[in-house]
């Protein structure tokens, strides 16, 4: 849907489409997003697999070197390969035709993951290996690393700080991701629009500055354009289209955004996008603020 749409779009190491199958169902390019793994090997044979599938640029997410507690996928109990019990059994039965329709599915488990990393053979053993693989002593040098691993451009993914901005801009980052990663991390972090300008003001005119995090709406997106993003990306918002309708609320997603910022920028009285900036709008004075 996003390509049809003509917008970029980001596969995860953690996707049920492998690299490889993506690839070869699209001609646009697209990014590839790696978690900051421990296992070298497997690490440099992500970046090789990405490089032959031609992905354009590699994301790197530095806001996940653990798993911050989800309430809500605690409490319902979601498990990677999920856990049948009396009530997801129950609730199984009351969505027959998408469960028809899984039963055929080829893809049902992480292709980037079973196969290819060293002990994961089927998914029984990936729950395992995903509680071991990601290094929790994530550092600087470690992204370092990871940069000098990788020819092309390099996004990184969850910068909420300008002193972290600095940093990315130091360790060679092409752009950042101003994220808090949908709020799904640590809980009580600040927003990333809140964010953004401080951001903007550190390192705004030195690297290419994205941002993600409660997008909903075509509004969202000409806020943190005229605040100086040069992107925005979405995360649960295409789920939401893809949970109603399958791939045609994806693109339905992307229409009512792209309408939505269309309008909102005709009522601010902007033609393009690159000319949106903080004329558009109405800040409170301390919005920036510097906090102790
Ligand atoms: C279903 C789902 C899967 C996600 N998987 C990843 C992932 O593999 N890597 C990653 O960096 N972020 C992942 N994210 C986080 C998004 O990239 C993004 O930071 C976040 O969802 C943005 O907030 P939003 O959901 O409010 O748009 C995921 C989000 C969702 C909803």
Redesign the pocket.
């Known amino acids: 849907a996003a390509e049809k749409f003509g917008v970029p779009f980001?596969l995860?190491?953690?996707?049920i489409c492998s690299i490889e199958d993506v690839a070869s169902h699209t001609n646009a390019p697209f990014w590839f997003?790696v978690?900051t793994l421990k296992d070298d090997e497997f690490m440099k044979r992500l970046f090789a697999r990405a490089k032959d599938a031609k992905c354009s640029a590699l994301?790197i997410?530095v806001d996940?070197q653990i798993m911050g507690q989800r309430h809500k996928d605690l409490k319902n109990g979601l498990s990677a390969p999920p856990k049948l019990t009396p009530a997801s059994i129950l609730n199984l039965a009351t969505k027959v035709p998408w469960g028809l329709e899984m039963l055929q599915t080829k893809r049902r488990f992480f292709g980037n993951i079973v196969g290819h990393a060293k002990g994961v053979t089927d998914p029984t053993s990936l729950g395992s290996w995903t509680a071991e693989a990601f290094d929790p002593s994530l550092d600087w040098e470690r992204i370092k690393q990871f940069r000098s691993w990788w020819d092309g451009p390099v996004i990184l993914?969850?910068i909420l700080d300008p002193e972290d901005a600095k940093k990315a801009l130091a360790v060679g980052a092409d752009a950042i991701v101003v994220?808090n990663?949908?709020?799904?991390q640590l809980d009580g972090a600040l927003s990333s629009i809140r964010m953004l300008p401080q951001i903007m003001d550190a390192v705004g005119d030195k690297i290419e500055v994205h941002l993600?995090?409660?997008?909903?709406s075509g509004q969202d997106v000409l806020k943190a354009l005229a605040l100086g993003a040069k992107g925005t990306?979405?995360?649960?918002?295409f789920?939401y289209g893809l949970g109603a309708m399958g791939e045609a609320g994806v693109t339905k997603t992307l229409q009512v955004i792209h309408k939505e910022l269309d309008t909102t920028m005709a009522l601010c009285g902007e033609r393009n996008v690159a000319d949106l900036g903080r004329h558009n709008l109405l800040l409170p004075q301390d919005f920036a603020t510097r906090w102790a």
């Open positions: 980001t995860s190491t953690m996707s997003q978690y994301v997410t996940l993914k969850g994220s990663h949908g709020g799904r993600d995090s409660g997008i909903r990306m979405i995360g649960r918002a789920v």
